[in-house]
Nanobody
């Protein structure tokens, strides 16, 4: 079993900053991919940022230059540092992890979601 625990969401004024964290724990052999997605009510979940096991990073155009994804492999944790937040960044943010379990199978996991609200 694997658990993902997210933290760091909240309410912030436009122009402010927040840092999201997502820690994976349990029966993990290797983490291949870690990323953040966001979803507004009635809309599809969309990619925000992802990082691969090779250190590669990709961002949605809407957050480039403002958000930074990073990971601590020793802690199986991924972070999303969000700067210069805008009201349109208001969403529920979900952590996504693709990992190999102890049986070497690849499985996709989602965090429980954390609300980010940016006031104007």
């Amino acid at each position: 079993q694997v658990q993902l625990v997210e933290s760091g969401g909240g309410l912030v004024q436009a122009g402010g900053s927040l840092r999201l964290s997502c820690a994976a724990s349990g029966s993990i052999f290797a983490i291949v991919y870690m990323g953040w997605y966001r979803q507004a009510p009635g809309k599809q979940r969309e990619l925000v940022a992802v990082t691969g096991s090779d250190g590669s990073r990709n961002y949605a155009d809407s957050v480039k230059g403002r958000f930074t994804i990073s990971r601590d492999n020793a802690k199986n944790t991924v972070y999303l540092q969000m700067e210069s937040l805008k009201p349109e960044d208001t969403d529920v943010y979900y952590c996504n992890v693709i990992l190999q379990g102890l049986g070497r199978q690849f499985t996709n996991y989602w965090g429980q979601g954390t609300q980010v609200t940016v006031s104007s």
